[in-house]
């Protein structure tokens, strides 16, 4: 079970790669300033992350509008990710949790996915400014999608 709405959020540093480099991607840095959605994902490349990530990225705007960043959370390197990105023309910000320390600390663990091992589960936080959770879900299965309108209605209160 993911942790719970009105839990604290475990802050984070994770590694993220673009076209300056490998950057920091914290939790904190959102905190005071704007709302922040999580998206755990499985893996890079396979057809529902896709999908995910490259609808999300196409309604960036809506959650601009409600004051929040967007942050995508899978267990592949940040090169994969950046070329994954680029290829599928994802726009938002990737985070790679190589080291599984998120996904755990979030307790949204995917175990022996297919037999390759533990990825992230499919999963959605919102993070309030002041860093309590709004909003959590964790899909049945890898192929659902999370609820889109539930997360913007968590974020719209």
């Known amino acids: ?6 839990s ?3 802050d984070f540093t994770l590694k993220s790669k673009n076209s300056s480099g490998l ?47 967007v942050i995508g959370i899978s267990v592949d390197s940040p090169f994969s990710q950046e070329a994954w990105a680029n290829t599928n023309k994802i726009g938002i910000t990737l985070a790679s949790d190589l080291n599984k320390t998120v996904i755990k600390a979030y ?9 390759i091992g533990d990825t992230a589960a499919r999963a959605a936080f919102v993070i309030g400014k002041d860093g309590v959770v709004k909003y959590a ?3 049945a299965t890898p192929k659902d999608l999370p609820n889109f309108a539930a997360i913007k209605a968590a974020l719209a209160k």
Do not use: R, W
Request: aromatic share 8%; hydrophobic share 40%; with cysteine.
């Open 1 to 6: 079970m993911p942790i719970k709405v009105g």
């Open 8 to 10: 604290k959020a475990p």
């Open 23 to 69: 950057v920091d991607v914290k939790l904190s840095d959102n905190l005071g300033k704007k709302q922040t959605v999580l998206l755990f994902f499985p893996l890079a490349y396979t057809s529902v992350c896709t999908q995910e990530m490259c609808d999300t990225t196409s309604g960036l705007g809506e959650y601009e509008k409600l004051g929040a960043a």
């Open 107 to 115: 307790d949204v663990v995917f175990p022996n996915l297919v037999g």
């Open 137 to 139: 879900e964790q899909t």
